[in-house]
């Protein structure tokens, strides 16, 4: 049975709002005040984007003091590379065939 508790990846980046938090911790381990800041949402909102992002792994939260900390996981993103590299072959396949054709109409 599937857990219905574990977001999937591709879900959790979906949103530009969290593909925007991966790409602020990737600079550094931040707090959720701090990544509000750089937000137009509330600080709950953030929350929320938070917990869908460390329940899909790609951030793991650390309790120091009276704040949570957070940091990237990107490990969880070799799934998307895996699956985006099923579809590169196809891509080189299309490009080189338009490559001839360019080049066959260029003569």
């Not at 998307?80 to 001839?100: G, M, P, V």
Request: charged letters at 30%; aromatic letters at 8%.
């Amino acid at each position: 049975m599937l857990d219905q508790s574990k977001h999937d990846v591709f879900q959790a980046i979906s949103d530009p709002t969290r593909r925007s938090v991966l790409k602020l911790l990737t600079e550094k381990e931040m707090s959720i005040t701090e990544i509000a800041e750089h937000f137009p949402i509330s600080r709950t909102a953030v929350n929320k984007h938070l917990h869908i992002l460390s329940n899909s792994g790609l951030v793991r939260s650390q309790r120091i003091g009276r704040e949570t900390r957070y940091t990237l996981n990107p490990e969880p993103l070799k799934e998307i590379q895996n699956w985006l590299a099923f579809f590169e072959h196809y891509w080189d396949e299309k490009l080189a065939t338009l490559k001839k054709i360019v080049e066959e109409s260029n003569v």
